[in-house]
């Protein structure tokens, strides 16, 4: 078996992205591709030079097939988990506007949250440097729920550091539901990602980011980080707080920068780098996610990272 160092687990599905703004009722044709958290972020670490294992369960059909083609092509280790009975979930993003998308979920029975506790790795979890969790997936059905709790044990009794990204989908339960169970993740997890509203949800609202970092790290992890997406993060990690600007870009589409933004962090946490310079590629790799339509495909390589800093528009 190869191990890989991070492995990761959650629902991936088609995408279907209206090319040009106005309803979607009116728009004359979609892109297809495909996206989900997990996979955006093991995407986003495997270009930054970090090895991942993706977990999750696609249909027996031609978006499950694109699914797993796509992930093989980015170099990502994949044991293909594909399910007869339920079909690869779908999302479609709606430009209603140049700066605002919504996007729509049809996930109800899908493959992907028929995800269960015999699909779990628990070899690779156990051999792993960490694993990453989200929010999303213990709110797809139970039997994700008991997955996702299953690798937390693994990864617990292994030794084996555990990230979690709260990542809140109000479709999927409420912040009443969610709450508690985050609560539970948090006090499990080595690292926490989660927006000002996402860690209010677990740990009370405030107007002051540090203030929730400081809330979420009472909670258990060392080091607890709050992305603010255009005002950068703020974080405290082992006691210390940190505060870190964002990369000023011209946002194209800002869905999955919250993703390349966790990337970025692990990734240099894997490395062994500074606080400091874990956040700074952090917010780099997030800004480039938004220079690009689509929820992966701007995900830079690590040599890309200093070509938000460069002076001349043209390389020769």
Same mark, same amino acid.
């Given at each position: 078996?190869?191990? $890989?160092?991070v492995?990761?687990?959650g629902?991936?599905m088609g ?9 979607l ?8 591709g495909?996206?989900?958290s997990?996979s955006?972020? #093991?995407?986003?670490l ?13 249909g027996?059909?031609s978006? @499950? ?8 092509a980015e170099?990502?280790?994949?044991? +293909?988990l594909?399910?007869g *009975?339920a ?5 479609i993003?709606?430009?209603?506007t140049?700066?605002?998308i ?5 996930? %109800?029975?899908?493959?992907?949250s028929?995800?269960?506790r015999?699909?779990i +790795? %628990?070899e690779?979890? #156990?051999?792993a440097?960490?694993?990453h969790?989200t929010?999303? $997936? ?15 044990d693994?990864a617990?009794?292994?030794?084996v ?9 109000? *479709?999927? =339960? ?8 985050f609560?539970?993740?948090i !006090? ?16 009370? &609202?405030?107007?002051d980011s540090l203030?929730? #970092? ?5 909670l @258990? +992890?060392g080091q607890a ?5 255009? *005002?950068?993060?703020a974080?405290?990690?082992? @006691?210390?707080?940190?505060?870190q600007?964002?990369?000023? /870009?011209n %946002? ?6 919250g ?8 990734s240099?946490?894997? !490395?062994?780098a500074s /606080?400091?310079e874990?956040l ?6 997030? !800004?480039f996610?938004?220079?690009? &339509?689509?929820? =992966?495909?701007?995900? +830079?390589?690590?040599?890309e ?12």
């Amino acid at each position: 078996m190869t191990f $890989t160092d991070v492995v990761t687990l959650g629902e991936t599905m088609g995408l279907m992205r209206a090319e040009t703004p106005g309803p979607l009722a009116q728009v004359p044709s979609l892109s297809l591709g495909m996206g989900g958290s997990e996979s955006n972020v #093991a995407i986003a670490l495997r270009r930054l030079g970090t090895s991942v294992t993706w977990v999750g369960r696609v249909g027996d059909d031609s978006l @499950g097939e694109l699914v797993l083609r796509e992930l093989a092509a980015e170099g990502i280790m994949v044991d +293909p988990l594909r399910d007869g *009975a339920a079909p690869t979930g779908l999302m479609i993003k709606e430009r209603r506007t140049m700066d605002q998308i919504k996007v729509w979920y049809y996930r %109800a029975g899908s493959a992907g949250s028929r995800l269960s506790r015999d699909d779990i +790795p %628990a070899e690779r979890i #156990a051999n792993a440097k960490l694993l990453h969790i989200t929010g999303i $997936t213990p709110a797809l059905s139970p039997s994700a729920a008991e997955a996702v709790q299953y690798a937390l044990d693994v990864a617990r009794e292994a030794g084996v550091m555990v990230s979690f990204d709260l990542n809140y989908r109000a *479709a999927l =339960w409420s912040a009443e539901e969610a709450g508690g169970v985050f609560r539970s993740f948090i !006090a499990q997890a080595d690292v926490v990602f989660a927006g000002d509203d996402e860690a209010a949800i677990a740990v009370g &609202p405030s107007e002051d980011s540090l203030e929730l #970092a400081r809330r979420v790290s009472a909670l @258990g +992890p060392g080091q607890a980080v709050i992305k603010r997406g255009a *005002a950068g993060c703020a974080a405290v990690v082992d @006691g210390v707080e940190y505060v870190q600007d964002a990369i000023r /870009v011209n %946002a194209i589409d800002t869905v999955g920068a919250g993703d390349a933004f966790v990337a970025g962090y692990i990734s240099d946490l894997l !490395a062994g780098a500074s /606080v400091q310079e874990r956040l700074l590629t952090a917010v780099r790799t997030g !800004a480039f996610a938004c220079l690009v &339509p689509g929820d =992966w495909e701007g995900m +830079p390589r690590r040599h890309e990272l200093a070509l938000l800093d460069a002076t001349e528009p043209v390389a020769r």
